[in-house]
């Protein structure tokens, strides 16, 4: 028999792999990593989907656009491990979404960590093609 996992169970994952977190609204978390260059990783429920998003710069002028979502589509197709770059308003965007019916903490982990490793990775060869100083990768809600 199929289960739906609550807000209570996924903030009870989010204490259990140990980060800050604050939950912005019933079913919306703002988890604080502490890893280079992710600020925020916005966990968002709606059953029957949980969202991961992490904002990682705005989007650069038309002159260089092309070059860098020619590469987040190159990554997407070769190197994410969960997820997937996108353009949301302005900004450049990871976003990851799964099922709410049978997630389990390693599950609810693994997305974390793809997520980190995936800004660890690309940040800054995609931050170099937009001519971006370093900053830090921020989720905003």
């Keep these: 028999m199929a289960y739906m996992v609550t807000n209570d169970k996924i903030e009870n994952f989010i204490i259990e792999h140990g ?9 919306l978390w703002l988890i604080h990593d502490e890893i280079d260059y992710i600020d925020n990783i916005v966990v968002y429920h709606t059953p029957p989907v949980i ?18 979502f020619k590469r987040l589509l190159e990554l997407n197709a ?5 997820g997937a ?8 965007v990871i976003v990851d979404t799964l ?8 599950e609810f982990q693994a997305t974390i960590d793809a997520l980190a490793i995936a800004v660890r990775e690309h940040y800054e060869e995609l931050r170099a093609i937009v ?4 900053s830090t990768a921020q989720a905003s809600s």
Excluded: C, I, W
């Excluded at 001519?131 to 370093?134: A, D, I, L």
């Design 85 to 92: 770059y996108g353009l949301e308003d302005d900004a450049v």
């Design 78 to 82: 070769t190197s994410m491990v969960a």
């Design 51 to 68: 969202t991961f998003r992490v904002k990682l710069m705005d989007a650069p002028e038309k002159a260089t656009r092309d070059a860098l």
């Design 99 to 106: 099922q709410s019916e049978n997630l389990d903490h390693n």
């Design 131 to 134: 001519g971006q100083p370093k």
């Design 19 to 27: 980060l800050p977190f604050e939950q912005v609204q019933e079913g």
